[in-house]
Every structure is written in structure tokens, then in C-alpha cells.
């Protein structure tokens, strides 16, 4: 059986690679994907320590992992749109270029 640690230390590294995809990058559809990375390294850590507790019978951590996911599409659905609208109006997805909040 793989130990938590070994779970714990694979939710760090996705959650370092996501990290940096998301404060590294100019486009904005790179800095979404590396915020759904963060989101599924959280979601890896509520499965490890659910799995590892006590009572892994009583599927708390799933449940935790399925409202994130709704949350995470739901955020997938709404950043899409906003990049959309912005690429239309600037005609570019460099996060740079997008300065000025008046339309």
C-alpha cells in the first residue's frame, strides 16, 4: 500500500507546476489550466487524508471532492466566457495587454 506521504509529495509537485503555470504565463487560457491544476492537487489531498482516516466508510472526502469539481467547472465555464469576451474586445489573450476595465 502507497503511504500519504507519497500522495501528500505528488499534491505538492502538481500543486508547484500549477503554481507557476498560473503566475509564470501571459495567456490567460495557460494561467486557468494552471489554477485547475491547484484545484485538482487540493482535490487529491481531500482523497488521501479521507482514504487514510479512521473511517473511510463514511465518504466525507468524496463528498468535499465532488462540490470542488462543481466549483472547479463552474470556474472553467465562467473564466472561459471572460476570455472570450476580452479576446473579442482586444483581440488577444495576453494577460499583459488586458489593463483598462473600461469598455
Keep these: 500500500m502507497t503511504p500519504l506521504s507519497a500522495y501528500l509529495l505528488l499534491a505538492a509537485m502538481i500543486?508547484?507546476?500549477g503554481l507557476a503555470g498560473a503566475l509564470t504565463r501571459?495567456?490567460?487560457i495557460i494561467v486557468l489550466i494552471g489554477i485547475e491544476l491547484m484545484l485538482n492537487?487540493?482535490?487529491l489531498n481531500f482523497i488521501a487524508f479521507w482514504r487514510f482516516s479512521e473511517h473511510?466508510?463514511?465518504l466525507t472526502g468524496i463528498m468535499f471532492v465532488i462540490f470542488s469539481i462543481g466549483v472547479a467547472a463552474a470556474e472553467a465555464a465562467v473564466g472561459?466566457?471572460?476570455i472570450i469576451a476580452i479576446y473579442?474586445?482586444?483581440k488577444?489573450?495576453?494577460v499583459d495587454e488586458m489593463n483598462s476595465l473600461k469598455g
Design 15 to 17: 500543486f508547484a507546476i
Design 26 to 28: 501571459r495567456n490567460a
Design 41 to 43: 492537487a487540493a482535490n
Design 56 to 58: 473511510p466508510e463514511a
Design 80 to 82: 472561459l466566457a471572460l
Design 88 to 90: 473579442r474586445h482586444y
Design 92 to 94: 488577444t489573450t495576453n
